[in-house]
């Protein structure tokens, strides 16, 4: 489904650039240059800068105007800057991403149009598009690098395919602790650990139970955030084991050995 | 408040790579770059392909080793491939954007952290991080250059920042975790704590340094889930040091009565 999303440049200067373009577009899973008017291409800087994704280069369409470079396309998304004299619909990349993804499955073919390097897309070319996306970057010192722009919408459409795909979650349904294989302890397990752990605390004399304060429920809340697994759990209470044994002078043997 | 967020690329080989880095962060309005024991530096192939954000190289600071580089950080976010065998807290780079952001509102200090060009992170810097950060991408053509990985965490950053200030249409609604009112343990701090638990823990025999197996690592991990505050890490502090003494046969005091 990404192959019916194409990345078009227009009057590239720097091959450079179209050889990161092509990077960053093989890293998101892109693979449909097409080149408008290019001032320096096929060259060596470009291959150099591409990196490994000399494929996505050797099969790069080269045409003379951005109307052929759109033959076919229902939607045209063209960067742009925020504060063009031009009102049209505006995207942010995520946005972008999104809508690129959903036109992309329905069978739709799809263009991401960048502009050259110093004056970006003109009027006339602007007006072509469905819709400009604007990346959003500090007012003082707005532009990126093309290469750049490339890369972050590149990065916004694997967004949007993973999380059609469902292997990504949504924005809106973010979760932040990402889930692991480990066995947790459990509740009881957590239990006699605590337990361990207070004996232990008045046997080496850092709590006095007769005035414990808040000592073993900070430590609870502290070791509670951290989920302890069961390996880690085992790991925990061999520390303790072998504290209580140096408390009371015992020799000990060394257990990293069985971790 | 994005002046908390500093950028930190470890041991870079390639001088282009550090200005192409400079201008993203410049783009997205981030200016505090460290540098660890970069190949090239200062360069003319930096300052050309900063192209306007020199500024940021001229500031920059450069450091040793990785651990000067994190002094003062509450919250250190590493890039990696998703497939290491170390299992950690793994971040997409929006939620990483969101995480840093929130971190830096409550006025913590945040380190986005980048690897070498071929080789990435080695498991021990790996091991100094809160969480992983992995971009996502083909399996097949995985490694983003170096620039490109900085670009996207940056625009994550500045989208998340918007988000923050109501600058954005789409308000996400990502909490990544509860926010707590506590000072949390600098990086620095929680490396003195590792010493000295690792210290403690050979002292008391649970530790040999001769096979020391995985055991630290999977004690930081477990610590680093947790944001250990500094007020937990003094309680934390206060067991080792009375572990040592009870070890040595030495008297002691009852501490919980100052916790």
């Given at each position: 489904m990404l192959e019916n999303i194409r990345v078009v440049l227009v009057?590239?200067?720097?091959?450079g650039n179209i050889g990161g373009a092509a990077r960053a577009m093989k890293n998101m899973g892109l693979s449909r240059l097409v080149l408008v008017d290019p001032q320096d291409f096929p060259s060596h800087e470009a291959s150099a800068r591409a990196s490994g994704a000399d494929s996505i280069l050797e099969n790069a369409q080269v045409v003379a105007t951005l109307e052929d470079a759109l033959v076919g396309c229902t939607l045209v998304l063209g960067t742009s800057a925020r504060d063009r004299r031009m009102p049209w619909p505006m995207l942010d990349p995520r946005e972008c991403g999104v809508h690129a993804v959903d036109r992309a499955a329905e069978g739709g073919e799809v263009a991401l149009v960048f502009g050259r390097?110093?004056?970006?897309?003109t009027n006339d070319e602007l007006q072509r598009c469905h819709y400009h996306v604007h990346i959003p970057?500090?007012?003082?010192?707005?532009s990126l690098n093309l290469a750049a722009a490339v890369q972050v919408l590149c990065y916004e459409v694997r967004m949007g395919w993973l999380a059609s795909q469902g292997q990504s979650k949504r924005a809106d349904k973010v979760e932040v602790a990402s889930p692991r294989s480990e066995q947790l302890s459990t509740m009881d397990e957590l239990e006699l650990f605590y337990g361990h752990l207070e004996s232990t605390l008045v046997q080496i004399g850092f709590l006095n139970p007769e005035n414990p304060r808040h000592l073993m429920s900070r430590l609870r809340r502290l070791f509670a955030r951290s989920a302890v697994s069961q390996s880690e759990m085992n790991i925990l209470r061999g520390i303790l084991t072998e504290t209580q044994k140096a408390a009371r002078g015992e020799p000990h043997k060394r257990r990293s050995e069985d971790v």
């Open positions: 009057n590239t200067s720097h091959p390097e110093y004056a970006g897309l970057s500090d007012p003082d010192f707005s």
